[in-house]
């Protein structure tokens, strides 16, 4: 009854009488999302990543062809340094949103409800095709524009080459705080303003989603970094080469750098402001303060290396050099505990030498094969070790820097995409044991107890029943005469005793569910 009359007041008023719309934007889709889209959504998604892909491998090709006819050798010239970074920091972005749309896919099918879990519209919220779509989209465009920055003295021999990156740079941003309703604006406002929240985290109060967009950021710093760069590069040192503005000793540089563990960190202090619990908030807190010296002793170390005068820095009796491995390798270890045990929620003491063995009760992903969860566990510690590729590789200049920085930070995508997984498998099972998130909630459990008191009440019943059948009844004139005296009266009071009967007997209450669709 409710149903039918929310859709005749939305089918009036909101629908101009077509009942049929009306019921359309009232129904909730389901979790698997299998209705979420229609036919040519599929279809774009799939013309885009057939274009996307076919655009790579010409770009790479192209790449290759035009490196060998310029120098005859596989270099990366300086003047090819800012757009690679322009490049870079954009592609990057792209290939996080294909790997949330993996994520998405993944979470639906295993059934985590990440609808719930990040508080957003049932209604209306993109799903796996669409992400992947969007970001096919946008890998395709930055194919071609890459493409016309290689071929640019040939398409355009009067424009720089590196202002083919900083249209494409402009464009994607722009799109991004785009006020008109096109293209996808309440994600891109839900988004925008829970960046704002991250970057008031001591202000405001800490939700899931809030610090999961702050852990995609951690995942992110070369995109920051990389976009410091872009303005740097496009406003101010155009003319003077890309060395102006990748200096270890810029401040802003090192600032950038620092913001998505001070993000963390400013959260997990507001959080246990909020709660009082010192664990786990504060640990939390120190896992990223951890990073916040590692940051702060690599550029230390970066600058000193510079100016070629750091061999007489110490720290706690070390060189600074050797002090920032140190400290790295105890913030790689810490956060990946912190990963299995606390993210994830393996390593859990009720499952040891039971089910599932230093893992927990319940594995949603891989038909609960446990040997997919190990292979997980070893591949974030592999992963979170990337960083002593950029001391191997790039500081011994075996490979160039910018090489070694664009692989590290894909590997790292990769591995956030991968920690996604498990995460919210990890917080939906918890929403689940805290009855959160679920379909059907008893309201009274049937046990042999309760069966023996339902039968007492039912014979009470039935004996209340015999003793008002013994009472002698009035004459049938009398009767009659009371009744159309009292008439109102009689009605008024068997209203008000069924409205004081309780609304289900003990047997139907005991039986009763509440089915809810989450």
Excluded at 125 to 150: D, E, R
Excluded at 456 to 470: I, L, W
Aim: charged residues 20%.
């Amino acid at each position: 009854t409710q149903s039918s009359g929310s859709s005749g007041i939305n089918a009036e008023y909101g629908e101009k009488g077509d009942r049929n719309k009306a019921m359309q934007k009232l129904r909730v889709p389901p979790l698997s999302g299998l209705e979420l889209h229609e036919h040519s959504t599929t279809f774009k998604s799939g013309l885009m990543t057939g274009l996307a892909s076919s655009i790579l491998v010409v770009v790479i090709l192209a790449s290759l062809v035009q490196d060998r006819i310029k120098t005859g050798e596989d270099t990366l010239e300086a003047d090819s340094i800012p757009a690679l970074v322009a490049f870079r920091c954009t592609f990057l972005l792209f290939f996080f949103t294909v790997l949330l749309s993996w994520n998405t896919y993944g979470w639906r099918n295993a059934g985590v409800n990440h609808i719930l879990i990040f508080e957003i519209d049932p209604r209306n919220h993109l799903n796996y095709l669409q992400l992947l779509t969007a970001g096919m989209l946008f890998i395709f465009l930055w194919g071609v524009t890459l493409l016309l920055y290689i071929f640019s003295p040939l398409v355009a021999p009067s424009m720089k080459p590196e202002t083919w990156p900083l249209i494409f740079f402009i464009i994607v941003f722009g799109l991004l705080i785009l006020p008109a309703p096109i293209f996808y604006h309440g994600t891109r406002f839900w988004l925008l303003r829970r960046i704002f929240r991250i970057f008031t985290a001591p202000i405001f109060d800490v939700q899931f989603a809030d610090f999961f967009i702050a852990d995609q950021l951690n995942s992110l710093a070369t995109v920051l970094l990389d976009i410091s760069f872009v303005l740097c590069y496009y406003t101010t040192f155009w003319s003077q080469g890309e060395g102006a503005c990748t200096q270890p000793g810029i401040w802003y540089r090192i600032l950038i750098a620092l913001l998505p563990p001070w993000f963390r960190f400013a959260q997990s202090v507001r959080r246990y402001f909020t709660t009082s619990d010192w664990f786990p908030h504060l640990v939390n807190a120190g896992k990223y303060f951890s990073s916040i010296v590692v940051i702060i002793l690599s550029s230390v170390a970066g600058i000193l290396h510079k100016k070629e005068d750091g061999t007489g820095v110490t720290l706690l009796g070390l060189d600074i050099f050797a002090a920032y491995v140190v400290f790295a390798c105890v913030a790689t270890l810490y956060a990946y505990w912190w990963d299995i045990k606390m993210d994830w929620g393996f390593l859990d003491h009720t499952s040891t030498g039971h089910k599932n063995k230093y893992l927990r009760d319940e594995l949603l992903y891989a038909g609960g094969k446990k040997f997919v969860y190990f292979i997980i566990m070893g591949l974030d510690l592999v992963l979170r070790c990337v960083w002593t590729i950029n001391i191997s590789l790039a500081d011994w200049n075996f490979v160039h820097k910018q090489y070694v920085i664009t692989g590290t930070a894909i590997l790292e995508a990769l591995r956030r995409a991968v920690w996604n997984f498990i995460r919210l498998e990890n917080e939906h099972l918890n929403n689940c044991g805290q009855f959160r998130a679920v379909r059907d909630i008893n309201v009274r459990v049937i046990t042999e107890h309760h069966k023996h008191d339902e039968g007492k009440d039912e014979d009470s019943d039935q004996e209340d029943m015999k003793k008002r059948e013994r009472v002698p009844s009035a004459p049938t004139s009398r009767r009659m005469s009371v009744s159309r005296q009292r008439k109102p009266s009689s009605t008024s009071a068997a209203s008000q005793g069924s409205a004081s009967q309780p609304l289900a007997t003990s047997g139907s209450a005991a039986d009763l569910k509440i089915n809810t669709s989450v």
